[in-house]
């Protein structure tokens, strides 16, 4: 009996073992290559501007709010001055802050404390961002908008955002720089090193004028970096009024070098008995008013290159009058319309006679 209780154990034994020992002498099977599918898709560098949300540095009138552990004299909000320098009770020099972060100007408020207080624990935050005041896009724009910028942004960009311009611009972007460059980037192409028109308005404030067109065509010196509280204006169309003897009498907007011929051709052209001879613009005196001037255009000679096209104004009205009844091609028509007439009154009057 104890025999065969032997034997049993000992055969349980090598059952129990031998999954293991197989599992020992079968080779190591090394994994299989990754493929390309099983690959983590690529992803963007830390550091890359649009994937990164950076901290605005610090400027003149931003306002932060400092906490420090156990010691609630040094609590509160302090401004920043004008010249960039935060002051904290019990540090004796004001902390230069303009052009650095948050993080970075912790780091020297908790290097100062120490020198009269052990490990003091420092909570510094923005509680209020006057120094980088938004962009304003508006004007000829889908979506007329302010932009908190984290990063730089360029015109084109910021114009996308604003989903696109719309028919009525003029051709022209307007940018007016409200501030100066607070904390210029390495690298960074200032707007004003760009290849823009400068003008200035009528409170002597200057501004740069890009056009739509090259920014369309990817001029890279026709899409700034727009800098914090610059004002975007796409300039509106003023508008042109073509009326008479022409396809479609309408008003259109005055896009850059707009001309008489264009404009004509955007109402459908003038009809057969036009008078093109003598195409009436009126125009706006200077020195403002509603007083006009009256320009007598020879249209037929700016088809035919004999005189030079007339580049229109703002607010021009353009009339094309009709020829008279026995000018030009009128003529010929009035005498078929004569003929034409006389046969069919005669044809309507004439009585009518039965032959059997």
Do not use: W
């Not at 099983?38 to 649009?50: E, I, K, V």
């Not at 056009?211 to 975007?232: C, F, H, Q, T, W």
């Not at 091609?329 to 046969?343: E, H, I, P």
């Amino acid at each position: 009996m104890k025999t065969t209780k032997a034997l049993f154990l000992i055969v349980f034994l090598s059952l129990l073992v031998a999954p293991f020992v197989r599992a020992q002498q079968q080779p190591q099977q090394t994994p299989a290559p990754a493929t390309a599918a099983d690959a983590p898709l690529p992803t963007l560098a830390p550091g890359n501007p649009l994937t990164e949300r950076r901290e605005h540095p610090l400027g003149p009138g931003d306002v932060v709010e400092l906490r420090v552990f156990g010691e609630p004299q040094l609590d509160g909000s302090y401004d920043i001055d004008s010249d960039g320098n935060l002051s904290v009770p019990f540090i004796e020099q004001p902390i230069r802050v303009q052009c650095r972060t948050v993080k970075e100007v912790r780091k020297e408020v908790v290097a100062e404390l120490s020198k009269f207080l052990r490990k003091p624990q420092v909570y510094l935050r923005v509680k209020e961002l006057h120094s980088r005041p938004p962009a304003v896009v508006y004007g000829a724009v889908r979506s007329p908008a302010k932009f908190d910028m984290h990063r730089p942004v360029r015109l084109l960009e910021l114009l996308s955002n604003s989903h696109g311009v719309t028919e009525q611009n003029n051709g022209t972007i307007q940018i007016t720089h409200t501030l100066s460059q607070l904390c210029p980037e390495a690298g960074e192409v200032l707007p004003q090193a760009d290849a823009g028109d400068t003008a200035t308005d009528d409170l002597g404030i200057p501004y740069t004028i890009y056009k739509v067109s090259d920014l369309k065509a990817g001029m890279r010196e026709a899409n700034p970096y727009i800098r914090p509280g610059d004002i975007v204006y796409v300039a509106e169309a003023s508008p042109i009024y073509v009326t008479g003897s022409v396809l479609s009498p309408q008003g259109i907007y005055l896009r850059e070098q707009l001309t008489l011929t264009t404009a004509l051709a955007m109402v459908g052209g003038v009809r057969p008995e036009a008078k093109t001879s003598a195409v009436k613009i009126y125009r706006l005196k200077s020195g403002g008013g509603t007083a006009r001037e009256t320009i007598i255009a020879d249209f037929k000679a700016i088809k035919t290159q004999k005189i030079s096209d007339i580049v229109l104004q703002p607010y021009d009205v353009i009339e094309v009058p009709e020829a008279g009844a026995l000018e030009g091609k009128n003529l010929l028509r009035t005498l078929t319309g004569m003929v034409t007439g006389g046969a069919q009154s005669l044809i309507t009057n004439a009585p009518l006679r039965v032959i059997y």
